[in-house]
């Protein structure tokens, strides 16, 4: 047989075993569920023996390997405990045997005579070996149970069989199956103990059957090791044994100890508890001889006392030392322990007997206290002459009976003395204490014995304890076990064992001892110390909870264990002992009894003093650092005998860190001193944070780090070694590390998030990329990382995701590396510097991406770690931009060439690659499949769709095929429509039943109901989010996504979308609840706080449910260790816990239906613009914004939490009205349902539970206010429409306007508040609510809105608003001298200020109330004042780049409200006399500076802003103060006569660019980027007449800036015809006043750019005007408009109807100027020539040689009259021509206005043409 060969039949033979060992499992669980017949049960039995019990295989040569043995061993003892399970043995130890039933049921093996006594026979013919002995002797005690039946009770079936086990009288033997004759019985049984029953037990215990840890370390193929069963069945062998046998002759007394304590001691403690609390309970019940091992070892106590502790430790329910640490709280097990242990208390507390051993110098001599007597019975015993204390301070009377025990070489004896074995063992502990380590003798203290009593040493008893350190360990280990985790027997045992006797209790004891090691060891005797040190670590560890207030002092007076700063003690030498040697018992106790403190310390937190709590903080910060930095930063180093050690090491201090970081309070990074001693737990969170965050070290990170890093060649390592004890004692390293190196990373995450992001900040180190995330990246320093990727080099972040792929961990680990994942990418996004990339670091990104990928879509795999991928996928998709790509689209993103990734194995190269998209793209699609099987996945998927739809622009080509399928959207549409339902009501009363069936119910009900809301939630926001992604910017239109179809069915229908909207603005909260639990709190358990129990993770990682927010567990622990005993506060913290449970899931609740209230805001935010053309769309949005205002406006809940849900249902309100806003909708609203509107907001606005005011004065996070004032404007703009129309009926009128003066009491209120604080200090924030509240002020105060404005006036009054805003104003710095830390300029909020005047000024009634208060004053006095005094301020002053300068806005409002006040004020003589006429002359450079620009100067768009203002204030000046032709007040006259001046040379400039339009191009200057695109795009042609300069289509925004030009060539024309009066003098017919008013204007033909106007000027002025009126009257431009989009914002938008009106007016003026400068002139004589010098009223030397204006002196000149008369001529005719082409439908009036200009112009060139015949004559 070849080498290949022999592999291969071996393999086959190994895999035969398997089989084998498969159909044994399969005949031993049938044999569980199902009794089998007696032929099967021989069959079984023949078949032991043929095949020796699996022993006996076909090639059996080719199984000598290890593994091979392996299973032969596993088939062996399961063959044999199979074989004794088909004989039932424990219905024949608990059941009397009824042979009849048996019979008649025909069940069971019992059931044939025939097959018992075949089975019989097979049992007599099996062979001679130990291993047949369990199946022996089991037989045996079978046919024991049959003999030993009364013969009238054996069936006649029976009879043969019966009279074969009972053949005669036999004799009294050691067995005690019966008193009748039992010869065949007994010869089974006793050829049973002959081939050594017990080694073949302790074959069975020691198996792979009885141990899990043993079946992984073995590699056994066994499918459930260390299952009850098994141990069931050997236990029932045992229990046979001593049925069978009295245990007094049974002569291996060792191995049946040994057999017994592997059975009950040893293994996982949730197998043992029920074994043990069975025996204590069934056992010794049934059977008093099942205890007799028990007794047998107590009678020999204390003599012989090691195996009585054995017993008694295997009793307890323990299960070990080993498995302490896995104890559970389950509440079953926790209680069958404490009834084992408390049997074992008890049955240890009351000992009938003591044993002695008599030394020889009592026996005898003067000394002798004891003495023999004859006995009748017993032939002698021994007995005490004087009374005796015993050693463990029982008094033994005198004449007491000694029974001896044995007489070989020394006398035992037992005294029938009743006495505590606990009192013994505590007696030796002291005496080891006082002997073993100090050298002395002790002698017991407390009151004085009777002179005549003796009192005996343990030595006096046969007990030498001097150096017996395994006894004492033994001892120590008994109370260990006993006490761990049993509080009250722990408190029963402590007060048993404190006596009133001076000497030193259980505690005292322990702790001395543990003293007195620490200080006496020495490296000779190091070893034994460490093992007596851990026995008394322990045994403190489990009195800790009992007695906190003994321990906690005494370790903090104990520098030998955790050292004290300059003495570290000697605990380090220990561990020096410990590391020699390669085993730590020691420091693994020293973990534990750390762990130990920790856990009380939290769970104590809220019952002892500060000075207490202060005293454990002291304590735990030196174990920390002791452990840090003696055994942390070291312990990867050591040698280890066993590598398990290791790795518990590890484990127990990873968890200790990390129970730190999850039950201790957050920290602030700020946090003062005083803060964190306030905290006595908070020292230990920063000491944490501290070593490994923000002041971490290579050596305190490499552990870490390192175990994670080679935890993958460790893992499989162990794995070929068939290790597999120690590699799952890795994995759980692995796990513990993992949740700290998360939860760390939580913590920084949590605090970076809101610490300064800037690197010059003052707490920058705190927001720094840390250490361990840095090792996590890069690796540790000088460890080798190799992996199979492309760069053979693994980093620690590339193992962890790994982890996901790599099975052999398993799912929890998998999870745990998942969530670690998502923390680091949360931690460095928002720590800097930024740019860590984790796709950079994996070694082979695109198959850790494809693991991902394919465990989302397996059904299979475990439901929390695919909601952990699919969070992780989230986050890399918020903060990881290469990797997202990766998982969205396939590909890896590397550099232009690209780096393709690899097809999948087995993927046809046509098939399409599979990604986190597509998956979700899947689970979107089986939604109705997932929505009630796995909310949370179902929830978790459209989460990461959301998110990729908020980086949507990064993924665009990705996303392109998915946004094209209407089937996506389509499944998306059903999420969204599908109903959630009512919420789950009644949660504290469902809760508070106390059911854990019922708490879970509706736990899974809040969970499930909330993650159907949440997914409802991003289902919306991804719709929102592709809307968004498709709208039309400025410059070019979108199609229509596909996204809208869905958007646009969610309005169609009014009552589906109502229900929609009543979903959104649900609210579940109960600030009810909330109150109750913090009074709960407050009155019965003060020192708790609710944030030092939240939840440590991140926000996407909580889980809804009763653990969502708070960890409701740990509650429940403080407050029950907190309550004690005290049944009251018992109950008040089962309450508060409950409370606590209610707390979370009403948090589920509210936060998930928030989310969703915030979706349907922001789908309504930008839906907006696609829903504007829907038909009936404002009537659906109306009705449902009107019942949510009306669900807003009866909100009585108040609360922090409902002030964010108010914010949110306002940001919703105010979404649904920004539509029906955009909507183009022609259906009117109902008057009815907008003041039913206006009432709710009213409520709103007025509202105590939530006051806006609040919200202004930043009294409420988060602030609302905006959102309502944005409200109250689109309500105030509704109802003024409304309030004109005429189909609105009275009383709603009134009712409207009613409300709107509530609302406006607040907005006045609001402004009030504004200024107010403004007085202090001028925020951006506080410009912006100004803002938004003049802009409300001015909708309000609309007169449609108010019968009378005398009301709000009066609040304004009353509120002093108007002064105080002009002292603002006045304080303002309206300049810019201000800067804030980023450089930029002060906020606008004096430019606010000024635009609520122009608002009040627009109003005769309030203007008058401005004008009363000093408006005009307060801009004198203004900071702005200078600049304009000295004519600086230019559209560029003080300006950023591309920015408008405040300052020149400023101004420009500045004439705006002067305007308005002149317009509604100027009649009275005073206000123009004295307060426009000073404005003038203050700000005289300045007004000047606007009216003299020319044509060589670059022109802004602000510049003509601030041209027209300045015009428009001298024409309201002049239209106020000159009428019915009467001259003006002097100062008024002044001013007028300057600006008539300047106007002249003005309105030239004006001419020449509008006649030139493509030099007004070159001219134009753009300020912002916005005009530099919009203008320059126009600019790039030449324009060819005015036709293409008011061409709206291609020059919207210079078609706007002509219009503008030319309303302000109109407002100079009227002003002028109103200063010279030229409108007066036209209907005038006297030509004495003809002759006494001088033209203006110079009567010339031609036209000179650098001169004032003239008559020929005018003329093209008009022509000009005349055209734009031509093509805005022709029928295909009068509906011309240019778009807003494209026209500067700063102009208002090209309308082909504004644009006629003010052609047609700006034609009427100049052409009437024009017509009456010249018959003007025509009236004076030809000689005359106008000029002269004077000095104006604005402060300005001029030096006009033609200023005749208002009776100015003229100086004549020579001229040539003929030419001059021929000029006139000329200009006449030319008006008259212009004139005729005027088009009588451009406006009212303009035909009789046209015919009379007509006639004027004829009739001068009449009298022209006379004048010239007669001059030529």
Same mark, same amino acid.
């Given at each position: 047989?070849?080498?290949?060969?022999?592999?291969?039949?071996?393999?086959?033979?190994?895999?035969?075993?398997?089989?084998?060992?498969?159909?044994?499992?399969?005949?031993?669980?049938?044999?569980?569920?199902?009794?089998?017949?007696?032929?099967?049960?021989?069959?079984?039995?023949?078949?032991?023996?043929?095949?020796?019990?699996?022993?006996?295989?076909?090639?059996?040569?080719?199984?000598?390997?290890?593994?091979?043995?392996?299973?032969?061993?596993?088939?062996?003892?399961?063959?044999?405990?199979?074989?004794?399970?088909?004989?039932?043995?424990?219905?024949?130890?608990?059941?009397?045997?009824?042979?009849?039933?048996?019979?008649?049921?025909?069940?069971?093996?019992?059931?044939?005579?025939?097959?018992?006594?075949?089975?019989?026979?097979?049992?007599?013919?099996?062979?001679?070996?130990?291993?047949?002995?369990?199946?022996?002797?089991?037989?045996?005690?079978?046919?024991?149970?049959?003999?030993?039946?009364?013969?009238?009770?054996?069936?006649?079936?029976?009879?043969?069989?019966?009279?074969?086990?009972?053949?005669?009288?036999?004799?009294?033997?050691?067995?005690?199956?019966?008193?009748?004759?039992?010869?065949?019985?007994?010869?089974?049984?006793?050829?049973?103990?002959?081939?050594?029953?017990?080694?073949?037990?302790?074959?069975?215990?020691?198996?792979?059957?009885?141990?899990?840890?043993?079946?992984?370390?073995?590699?056994?193929?066994?499918?459930?090791?260390?299952?009850?069963?098994?141990?069931?069945?050997?236990?029932?062998?045992?229990?046979?044994?001593?049925?069978?046998?009295?245990?007094?002759?049974?002569?291996?007394?060792?191995?049946?100890?040994?057999?017994?304590?592997?059975? !009950?001691?040893?293994?996982?403690?949730?197998?043992?508890?029920?074994?043990?609390?069975?025996?204590?309970?069934?056992?010794?019940?049934?059977?008093?001889?099942?205890?007799?091992?028990?007794?047998?070892?107590?009678?020999?106590?204390?003599?012989?006392?090691?195996?009585?502790?054995?017993?008694?430790?295997?009793?307890?329910?323990?299960?070990?030392?080993?498995?302490?640490?896995?104890?559970?709280?389950?509440?079953?097990?926790?209680?069958?322990?404490?009834?084992?242990?408390?049997?074992?208390?008890?049955?240890?507390?009351?000992?009938?007997?003591?044993?002695?051993?008599?030394?020889?110098?009592?026996?005898?001599?003067?000394?002798?206290?004891?003495?023999?007597?004859?006995?009748?019975?017993?032939?002698?015993?021994?007995?005490?002459?004087?009374?005796?204390?015993?050693?463990?301070?029982?008094?033994?009377?005198?004449?007491?009976?000694?029974?001896?025990?044995?007489?070989?070489?020394?006398?035992?004896?037992?005294?029938?003395?009743?006495?505590?074995?606990?009192?013994?063992?505590?007696?030796?502990?002291?005496?080891?204490?006082?002997?073993?380590?100090?050298?002395?003798?002790?002698?017991?203290?407390?009151?004085?014995?009777?002179?005549?009593?003796?009192?005996?040493?343990?030595?006096?008893?046969?007990?030498?304890?001097?150096?017996?350190?395994?006894?004492?360990?033994?001892?120590?280990?008994?109370?260990?076990?006993?006490?761990?985790?049993?509080?009250?027997?722990?408190?029963?045992?402590?007060?048993?064992?404190?006596?009133?006797?001076?000497?030193?209790?259980?505690?005292?004891?322990?702790?001395?001892?543990?003293?007195?090691?620490?200080?006496?060891?020495?490296?000779?005797?190091?070893?034994?110390?460490?093992?007596?040190?851990?026995?008394?670590?322990?045994?403190?560890?489990?009195?800790?909870?009992?007695?906190?207030?003994?321990?906690?002092?005494?370790?903090?007076?104990?520098?030998?264990?955790?050292?004290?700063?300059?003495?570290?003690?000697?605990?380090?030498?220990?561990?020096?002992?410990?590391?020699?040697?390669?085993?730590?018992?020691?420091?693994?106790?020293?973990?534990?009894?750390?762990?130990?403190?920790?856990?009380?310390?939290?769970?104590?937190?809220?019952?002892?003093?500060?000075?207490?709590?202060?005293?454990?903080?002291?304590?735990?910060?030196?174990?920390?650092?002791?452990?840090?930095?003696?055994?942390?930063?070291?312990?990867?180093?050591?040698?280890?005998?066993?590598?398990?050690?290791?790795?518990?090491?590890?484990?127990?201090?990873?968890?200790?860190?990390?129970?730190?970081?999850?039950?201790?309070?957050?920290?602030?990074?700020?946090?003062?001193?005083?803060?964190?001693?306030?905290?006595?737990?908070?020292?230990?969170?920063?000491?944490?944070?501290?070593?490994?965050?923000?002041?971490?070290?290579?050596?305190?990170?490499?552990?870490?780090?390192?175990?994670?890093?080679?935890?993958?060649?460790?893992?499989?390592?162990?794995?070929?070694?068939?290790?597999?004890?120690?590699?799952?004692?890795?994995?759980?390293?692995?796990?513990?590390?993992?949740?700290?190196?998360?939860?760390?990373?939580?913590?920084?995450?949590?605090?970076?998030?809101?610490?300064?992001?800037?690197?010059?900040?003052?707490?920058?180190?705190?927001?720094?990329?840390?250490?361990?995330?840095?090792?996590?990246?890069?690796?540790?320093?000088?460890?080798?990382?190799?992996?199979?990727?492309?760069?053979?080099?693994?980093?620690?972040?590339?193992?962890?995701?790994?982890?996901?792929?790599?099975?052999?961990?398993?799912?929890?680990?998998?999870?745990?590396?998942?969530?670690?994942?998502?923390?680091?990418?949360?931690?460095?996004?928002?720590?800097?510097?930024?740019?860590?990339?984790?796709?950079?670091?994996?070694?082979?990104?695109?198959?850790?991406?494809?693991?991902?990928?394919?465990?989302?879509?397996?059904?299979?795999?475990?439901?929390?770690?695919?909601?952990?991928?699919?969070?992780?996928?989230?986050?890399?998709?918020?903060?990881?931009?290469?990797?997202?790509?990766?998982?969205?689209?396939?590909?890896?993103?590397?550099?232009?060439?690209?780096?393709?990734?690899?097809?999948?194995?087995?993927?046809?190269?046509?098939?399409?690659?599979?990604?986190?998209?597509?998956?979700?793209?899947?689970?979107?699609?089986?939604?109705?499949?997932?929505?009630?099987?796995?909310?949370?996945?179902?929830?978790?998927?459209?989460?990461?769709?959301?998110?990729?739809?908020?980086?949507?622009?990064?993924?665009?080509?990705?996303?392109?095929?998915?946004?094209?399928?209407?089937?996506?959207?389509?499944?998306?549409?059903?999420?969204?429509?599908?109903?959630?339902?009512?919420?789950?009501?009644?949660?504290?009363?469902?809760?508070?039943?106390?059911?854990?069936?019922?708490?879970?119910?509706?736990?899974?009900?809040?969970?499930?109901?909330?993650?159907?809301?949440?997914?409802?939630?991003?289902?919306?926001?991804?719709?929102?989010?592709?809307?968004?992604?498709?709208?039309?910017?400025?410059?070019?239109?979108?199609?229509?996504?596909?996204?809208?179809?869905?958007?646009?069915?969610?309005?169609?229908?009014?009552?589906?979308?109502?229900?929609?909207?009543?979903?959104?603005?649900?609210?579940?909260?109960?600030?009810?609840?909330?109150?109750?639990?913090?009074?709960?709190?407050?009155?019965?358990?003060?020192?708790?706080?609710?944030?030092?129990?939240?939840?440590?993770?991140?926000?996407?990682?909580?889980?809804?449910?009763?653990?969502?927010?708070?960890?409701?567990?740990?509650?429940?622990?403080?407050?029950?260790?907190?309550?004690?005993?005290?049944?009251?506060?018992?109950?008040?913290?089962?309450?508060?816990?409950?409370?606590?449970?209610?707390?979370?899931?009403?948090?589920?609740?509210?936060?998930?239906?928030?989310?969703?209230?915030?979706?349907?805001?922001?789908?309504?935010?930008?839906?907006?613009?696609?829903?504007?053309?829907?038909?009936?769309?404002?009537?659906?949005?109306?009705?449902?914004?009107?019942?949510?205002?009306?669900?807003?406006?009866?909100?009585?809940?108040?609360?922090?939490?409902?002030?964010?849900?108010?914010?949110?249902?306002?940001?919703?309100?105010?979404?649904?009205?920004?539509?029906?806003?955009?909507?183009?909708?022609?259906?009117?609203?109902?008057?009815?349902?907008?003041?039913?509107?206006?009432?709710?907001?009213?409520?709103?606005?007025?509202?105590?539970?939530?006051?806006?005011?609040?919200?202004?004065?930043?009294?409420?996070?988060?602030?609302?206010?905006?959102?309502?004032?944005?409200?109250?404007?689109?309500?105030?703009?509704?109802?003024?429409?409304?309030?004109?129309?005429?189909?609105?009926?009275?009383?709603?009128?009134?009712?409207?306007?009613?409300?709107?003066?509530?609302?406006?009491?607040?907005?006045?209120?609001?402004?009030?508040?504004?200024?107010?604080?403004?007085?202090?200090?001028?925020?951006?924030?506080?410009?912006?609510?100004?803002?938004?509240?003049?802009?409300? !002020?001015?909708?309000?105060?609309?007169?449609?809105?108010?019968?009378?404005?005398?009301?709000?006036?009066?609040?304004?009054?009353?509120?002093?608003?108007?002064?105080?805003?002009?002292?603002?104003?006045?304080?303002?710095?309206?300049?810019?001298?201000?800067?804030?830390?980023?450089?930029?300029?002060?906020?606008?909020?004096?430019?606010?200020?000024?635009?609520?005047?122009?608002?009040?000024?627009?109003?005769?009634?309030?203007?008058?109330?401005?004008?009363?208060?000093?408006?005009?004053?307060?801009?004198?006095?203004?900071?702005?004042?200078?600049?304009?005094?000295?004519?600086?301020?230019?559209?560029?002053?003080?300006?950023?780049?591309?920015?408008?300068?405040?300052?020149?806005?400023?101004?420009?409002?500045?004439?705006?409200?002067?305007?308005?006040?002149?317009?509604?004020?100027?009649?009275?003589?005073?206000?123009?006399?004295?307060?426009?006429?000073?404005?003038?002359?203050?700000?005289?450079?300045?007004?000047?500076?606007?009216?003299?620009?020319?044509?060589?100067?670059?022109?802004?768009?602000?510049?003509?802003?601030?041209?027209?203002?300045?015009?428009?204030?001298?024409?309201?000046?002049?239209?106020?103060?000159?009428?019915?032709?009467?001259?003006?007040?002097?100062?008024?006259?002044?001013?007028?006569?300057?600006?008539?001046?300047?106007?002249?040379?003005?309105?030239?400039?004006?001419?020449?660019?509008?006649?030139?339009?493509?030099?007004?191009?070159?001219?134009?200057?753009?300020?912002?980027?916005?005009?530099?695109?919009?203008?320059?795009?126009?600019?790039?042609?030449?324009?060819?007449?005015?036709?293409?300069?008011?061409?709206?289509?291609?020059?919207?925004?210079?078609?706007?800036?002509?219009?503008?030009?030319?309303?302000?060539?109109?407002?100079?024309?009227?002003?002028?015809?109103?200063?010279?009066?030229?409108?007066?003098?036209?209907?005038?017919?006297?030509?004495?006043?003809?002759?006494?008013?001088?033209?203006?204007?110079?009567?010339?033909?031609?036209?000179?750019?650098?001169?004032?106007?003239?008559?020929?000027?005018?003329?093209?002025?008009?022509?000009?005007?005349?055209?734009?009126?031509?093509?805005?009257?022709?029928?295909?431009?009068?509906?011309?408009?240019?778009?807003?989009?494209?026209?500067?914002?700063?102009?208002?938008?090209?309308?082909?109807?504004?644009?006629?009106?003010?052609?047609?007016?700006?034609?009427?003026?100049?052409?009437?100027?024009?017509?009456?400068?010249?018959?003007?002139?025509?009236?004076?004589?030809?000689?005359?020539?106008?000029?002269?010098?004077?000095?104006?009223?604005?402060?300005?030397?001029?030096?006009?040689?033609?200023?005749?204006?208002?009776?100015?002196?003229?100086?004549?000149?020579?001229?040539?009259?003929?030419?001059?008369?021929?000029?006139?001529?000329?200009?006449?005719?030319?008006?008259?021509?212009?004139?005729?082409?005027?088009?009588?439908?451009?406006?009212?009036?303009?035909?009789?206005?046209?015919?009379?200009?007509?006639?004027?112009?004829?009739?001068?060139?009449?009298?022209?043409?006379?004048?010239?015949?007669?001059?030529?004559?």
């Amino acid at each position: 047989m070849t080498a290949t060969n022999v592999k291969t039949a071996a393999r086959w033979a190994k895999q035969n075993l398997k089989e084998q060992l498969c159909l044994l499992e399969v005949i031993f669980w049938s044999a569980i569920s199902k009794t089998v017949n007696g032929s099967f049960v021989l069959q079984f039995f023949q078949a032991a023996r043929h095949l020796g019990l699996g022993r006996h295989q076909h090639l059996e040569e080719l199984l000598m390997d290890e593994e091979g043995g392996q299973l032969q061993d596993d088939i062996e003892v399961l063959f044999g405990v199979t074989a004794i399970q088909l004989l039932e043995l424990d219905k024949l130890l608990d059941e009397d045997l009824d042979l009849e039933v048996a019979i008649k049921r025909q069940r069971g093996f019992l059931a044939s005579p025939k097959d018992v006594a075949d089975i019989h026979t097979a049992v007599s013919q099996l062979p001679d070996e130990q291993r047949y002995a369990p199946l022996i002797l089991s037989w045996g005690y079978v046919v024991s149970k049959i003999a030993g039946l009364p013969r009238d009770e054996v069936p006649q079936e029976y009879e043969d069989f019966y009279g074969v086990l009972n053949p005669a009288p036999a004799r009294k033997t050691r067995f005690t199956v019966a008193d009748a004759t039992l010869g065949v019985a007994e010869s089974v049984l006793n050829r049973a103990f002959e081939l050594g029953i017990f080694g073949a037990l302790r074959r069975y215990t020691t198996s792979p059957l009885l141990s899990t840890a043993l079946a992984a370390a073995v590699a056994s193929k066994l499918t459930e090791p260390n299952n009850a069963q098994f141990r069931y069945i050997i236990k029932g062998v045992v229990m046979a044994i001593l049925d069978s046998v009295q245990v007094e002759y049974i002569t291996d007394y060792e191995n049946l100890v040994e057999v017994w304590a592997s059975v !009950f001691g040893s293994g996982e403690m949730p197998i043992v508890v029920h074994l043990c609390a069975s025996f204590w309970t069934r056992d010794i019940v049934n059977s008093a001889q099942r205890r007799s091992l028990l007794d047998l070892s107590l009678s020999r106590f204390p003599v012989e006392i090691l195996p009585l502790l054995r017993l008694l430790r295997a009793m307890s329910g323990t299960g070990g030392l080993a498995e302490l640490d896995s104890i559970a709280d389950d509440d079953i097990q926790a209680a069958l322990r404490a009834s084992s242990a408390q049997h074992v208390y008890e049955y240890f507390s009351a000992l009938p007997t003591y044993a002695q051993v008599l030394p020889p110098h009592l026996l005898t001599g003067q000394d002798a206290i004891f003495d023999t007597r004859p006995h009748a019975s017993l032939g002698y015993y021994y007995t005490n002459i004087r009374p005796v204390r015993l050693p463990g301070g029982s008094i033994l009377p005198p004449s007491s009976v000694g029974r001896v025990i044995s007489n070989q070489g020394t006398v035992v004896v037992s005294w029938s003395q009743q006495h505590s074995g606990w009192d013994m063992l505590l007696d030796i502990l002291r005496t080891y204490q006082a002997r073993a380590f100090g050298g002395r003798s002790r002698r017991p203290m407390g009151a004085l014995l009777p002179s005549e009593t003796v009192l005996l040493e343990l030595e006096d008893v046969g007990l030498q304890v001097d150096n017996d350190e395994d006894l004492v360990a033994e001892i120590l280990d008994l109370f260990r076990c006993l006490l761990y985790k049993n509080l009250d027997l722990t408190s029963q045992v402590v007060a048993d064992l404190q006596k009133d006797d001076g000497e030193p209790d259980l505690i005292q004891v322990t702790l001395l001892i543990l003293k007195d090691a620490l200080v006496a060891s020495t490296v000779d005797r190091g070893q034994n110390s460490t093992r007596i040190v851990a026995s008394a670590l322990g045994v403190l560890t489990a009195l800790l909870p009992v007695v906190p207030g003994q321990i906690w002092p005494f370790l903090r007076s104990l520098p030998q264990l955790f050292g004290d700063g300059g003495q570290m003690g000697s605990t380090p030498l220990l561990l020096n002992v410990e590391r020699s040697s390669g085993s730590y018992g020691m420091t693994l106790a020293f973990l534990d009894l750390v762990g130990a403190l920790f856990d009380e310390a939290f769970r104590m937190v809220l019952t002892h003093n500060r000075t207490l709590q202060q005293m454990k903080t002291d304590v735990l910060l030196r174990a920390l650092n002791f452990i840090h930095s003696e055994i942390w930063e070291e312990h990867i180093t050591w040698r280890y005998v066993r590598v398990a050690d290791r790795f518990e090491i590890g484990r127990k201090i990873g968890n200790i860190y990390a129970e730190i970081l999850k039950l201790s309070p957050p920290i602030p990074t700020a946090a003062t001193t005083d803060e964190i001693a306030g905290n006595p737990l908070a020292p230990l969170t920063r000491f944490v944070l501290d070593t490994f965050v923000y002041k971490a070290t290579s050596s305190t990170i490499n552990p870490l780090v390192s175990s994670i890093s080679t935890v993958r060649q460790l893992h499989d390592a162990l794995q070929k070694a068939l290790r597999f004890v120690d590699a799952s004692n890795l994995d759980q390293l692995l796990e513990a590390n993992l949740l700290l190196t998360q939860l760390l990373l939580v913590r920084k995450h949590q605090s970076s998030a809101s610490a300064p992001s800037t690197p010059n900040s003052a707490e920058s180190q705190t927001v720094k990329i840390s250490l361990l995330e840095q090792t996590l990246f890069n690796g540790v320093r000088g460890l080798s990382h190799t992996g199979k990727g492309r760069g053979q080099r693994s980093e620690p972040v590339d193992v962890v995701a790994g982890l996901v792929q790599n099975r052999s961990f398993g799912p929890s680990i998998a999870t745990i590396a998942t969530h670690c994942l998502s923390a680091l990418c949360a931690s460095v996004s928002v720590s800097y510097p930024a740019g860590l990339s984790l796709v950079a670091h994996l070694s082979d990104p695109e198959a850790i991406a494809a693991a991902y990928i394919r465990l989302l879509s397996d059904p299979y795999e475990e439901i929390e770690l695919r909601k952990a991928v699919w969070d992780f996928i989230s986050i890399v998709v918020d903060t990881q931009p290469a990797l997202a790509a990766l998982f969205i689209s396939g590909k890896l993103k590397a550099s232009e060439k690209g780096v393709e990734i690899k097809t999948e194995p087995g993927r046809d190269d046509g098939e399409p690659q599979q990604t986190a998209l597509s998956v979700a793209c899947d689970v979107v699609a089986s939604s109705a499949a997932l929505w009630d099987v796995t909310p949370s996945l179902h929830n978790a998927a459209l989460t990461m769709l959301d998110l990729v739809w908020q980086h949507a622009l990064e993924h665009l080509d990705s996303l392109t095929k998915t946004r094209e399928d209407p089937q996506f959207w389509k499944n998306l549409a059903w999420i969204v429509s599908k109903e959630l339902g009512e919420p789950p009501a009644n949660v504290v009363t469902a809760i508070e039943q106390a059911f854990e069936e019922e708490h879970t119910k509706q736990s899974d009900l809040v969970a499930a109901y909330s993650h159907h809301s949440a997914s409802k939630a991003h289902a919306l926001h991804v719709l929102a989010m592709d809307l968004k992604l498709a709208s039309p910017d400025r410059f070019k239109a979108a199609a229509t996504p596909k996204s809208f179809d869905v958007v646009q069915k969610l309005f169609k229908d009014s009552q589906t979308f109502a229900n929609h909207m009543g979903e959104a603005t649900s609210c579940s909260f109960a600030p009810s609840l909330h109150a109750d639990l913090q009074r709960l709190i407050s009155d019965n358990f003060p020192t708790l706080t609710l944030d030092s129990v939240r939840v440590t993770s991140l926000p996407s990682q909580r889980t809804y449910g009763d653990h969502y927010l708070y960890q409701s567990d740990v509650v429940h622990n403080r407050l029950m260790k907190c309550a004690g005993s005290d049944e009251s506060l018992g109950y008040y913290a089962t309450l508060i816990f409950l409370h606590t449970c209610a707390v979370n899931l009403d948090w589920s609740l509210t936060d998930s239906e928030i989310l969703l209230t915030r979706s349907w805001e922001t789908i309504l935010q930008e839906a907006a613009t696609w829903l504007r053309t829907q038909p009936n769309i404002e009537t659906t949005i109306m009705a449902s914004a009107t019942r949510m205002a009306k669900v807003i406006a009866e909100e009585k809940r108040g609360g922090e939490t409902m002030q964010n849900v108010h914010a949110d249902r306002l940001a919703m309100l105010e979404g649904l009205l920004n539509v029906a806003w955009v909507s183009t909708s022609t259906a009117t609203s109902d008057p009815a349902q907008i003041a039913e509107l206006v009432r709710n907001v009213r409520y709103i606005a007025t509202s105590e539970s939530f006051s806006p005011l609040d919200s202004l004065r930043r009294r409420t996070q988060p602030t609302f206010h905006r959102t309502l004032l944005r409200i109250v404007y689109f309500c105030a703009h509704r109802a003024a429409v409304i309030c004109k129309a005429t189909s609105t009926k009275l009383e709603q009128r009134l009712a409207i306007s009613a409300d709107v003066s509530e609302v406006l009491g607040f907005v006045v209120d609001a402004m009030r508040s504004v200024f107010d604080l403004a007085h202090h200090a001028s925020t951006p924030e506080l410009s912006d609510d100004l803002k938004l509240l003049v802009a409300v !002020f001015e909708k309000c105060t609309k007169p449609e809105l108010h019968s009378t404005p005398s009301t709000w006036l009066a609040r304004c009054q009353e509120v002093d608003l108007l002064r105080s805003s002009l002292e603002v104003l006045v304080r303002s710095d309206l300049v810019g001298r201000a800067h804030g830390k980023d450089g930029t300029h002060s906020t606008p909020f004096g430019q606010h200020i000024l635009y609520f005047h122009v608002v009040l000024a627009r109003l005769p009634a309030s203007a008058e109330r401005l004008a009363q208060e000093g408006v005009i004053s307060a801009y004198q006095k203004a900071d702005l004042a200078p600049h304009l005094q000295a004519g600086s301020v230019t559209p560029g002053s003080n300006a950023a780049p591309g920015e408008y300068s405040s300052l020149h806005r400023a101004w420009c409002t500045m004439l705006g409200v002067s305007t308005s006040l002149t317009q509604v004020l100027g009649t009275e003589g005073h206000f123009l006399s004295s307060e426009i006429v000073a404005f003038v002359q203050l700000f005289g450079a300045q007004l000047t500076r606007a009216l003299g620009w020319t044509i060589e100067e670059p022109l802004t768009l602000s510049l003509v802003e601030e041209i027209h203002r300045v015009v428009r204030l001298f024409q309201a000046t002049a239209a106020c103060s000159i009428t019915d032709g009467r001259n003006p007040e002097p100062g008024v006259g002044e001013i007028l006569g300057a600006f008539a001046e300047r106007s002249l040379l003005l309105l030239q400039q004006l001419n020449y660019v509008l006649s030139h339009p493509n030099h007004l191009v070159t001219l134009l200057e753009p300020v912002t980027l916005e005009e530099r695109m919009l203008l320059e795009k126009e600019g790039a042609n030449s324009i060819d007449g005015p036709v293409q300069m008011i061409d709206s289509a291609s020059r919207p925004s210079f078609a706007s800036l002509v219009q503008r030009l030319l309303t302000i060539v109109r407002d100079i024309a009227s002003t002028l015809l109103i200063i010279s009066k030229s409108d007066w003098l036209f209907c005038v017919r006297d030509d004495d006043l003809w002759r006494a008013s001088p033209p203006q204007v110079a009567a010339e033909t031609t036209v000179s750019a650098s001169g004032p106007v003239s008559i020929a000027s005018l003329r093209e002025l008009a022509t000009f005007a005349l055209d734009v009126l031509r093509h805005c009257l022709k029928p295909e431009n009068k509906a011309a408009r240019a778009k807003p989009e494209l026209v500067p914002t700063i102009l208002q938008p090209f309308d082909a109807g504004v644009a006629k009106v003010v052609a047609a007016q700006a034609i009427e003026q100049i052409l009437l100027f024009a017509c009456v400068q010249l018959r003007s002139a025509t009236y004076q004589p030809v000689t005359a020539q106008p000029g002269g010098s004077f000095k104006d009223s604005m402060g300005m030397d001029l030096d006009l040689e033609r200023s005749t204006m208002f009776g100015r002196s003229a100086i004549p000149a020579p001229i040539d009259s003929t030419r001059m008369m021929r000029n006139w001529r000329e200009l006449a005719f030319d008006l008259n021509l212009v004139a005729k082409e005027v088009p009588s439908e451009s406006g009212p009036g303009t035909k009789e206005f046209k015919d009379q200009l007509l006639r004027s112009t004829s009739r001068m060139v009449q009298e022209l043409e006379k004048k010239l015949k007669e001059g030529l004559r």
